[in-house]
């Protein structure tokens, strides 16, 4: 496991699209070999996809051969409604880059069968290869994606029901009216995550720092099914200072010490082939 801890929330946002941009760029994705991105939605990655459209933009990286699975939908939720995960990820990041929206896959939160688009979009992401880097982020009790405090750990992509907090904490996003926050979701298994070749979560805030302790200095737990990436061989939690509140200092001292070389990331491709311990 790698603890990158940056400055704030900007420098954190900053070093996830530069490691996706060099991930992209290193892998050469070319029409017989597409590169497989799993991406999350929310008020974390904004600052993410802000910085890759900007690279986007300066001719430095194309998602023209670039396959994305995004983690999570709500359930009843219109589309085109300005909350829908597809809504967020079309205004915020796809329609300013050179995706084919074919490759763009998101769960159909509306489908007459939730079951079978459940398994259906576990066997695209099989056809196509498996997830190459699977960015994922948290709520502030733990879960990765929609995977709530008592998921199974081994479980796939499939239909929730959304815990009291999770829709608590969403209900910023629907006027603060916990009415209006659905109520079920589908989404990825933290099986499905941890298929992943590699896995880059993003914490920033004070409000997840708890979180970010159970993930990485308690065990693994099923009430915080972020902990199950403990047991991914390449996972990195990318976080801000705010988000390190609740860690031992002694524990920060040490990926601070690690990482010291290693945030010079602009000139490196990949993190983990420029260290030499890849646990
Ligand atoms: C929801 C989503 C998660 C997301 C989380 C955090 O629960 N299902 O995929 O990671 O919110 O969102 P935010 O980044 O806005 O804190």
Known sequence: MRLVILDDYDLASEWAAKYIRNRIIKFKPSPERYFTLGLPTGSTPYGCYQKLIEYYRSGDISFKYVKTFNMDEYVGLPRAHPESYHSYMWNNFFKHIDIDPANAHILDGNAVDLETECQAYEKKITEAGGI?????????????????????????????????????????????????????????????????????????????AFALYKAIEEGVNHMWTVSAFQQHPRTIFVCDEDATLELRVKTVKYFKGTNSKHNKLQANYSFWEESSDLN
Request: glycine residues 12%.
């Open 132 to 208: 190459e880097l699977f960015v994922g982020g948290i709520g502030p009790d733990g879960h990765i994606a929609f995977n709530e405090p008592g998921s199974s750990l081994v479980s796939r992509t499939r239909v929730k029901t959304l815990a009291k907090d999770t829709i608590v904490a969403n209900a910023r996003f629907f006027g603060n009216d916990l009415s209006k926050v659905p109520t079920m979701a589908l989404t990825v298994g933290v099986g499905t995550v941890m298929d992943a070749k590699e896995v880059m979560i993003l914490i920033t805030g004070a409000h997840k």
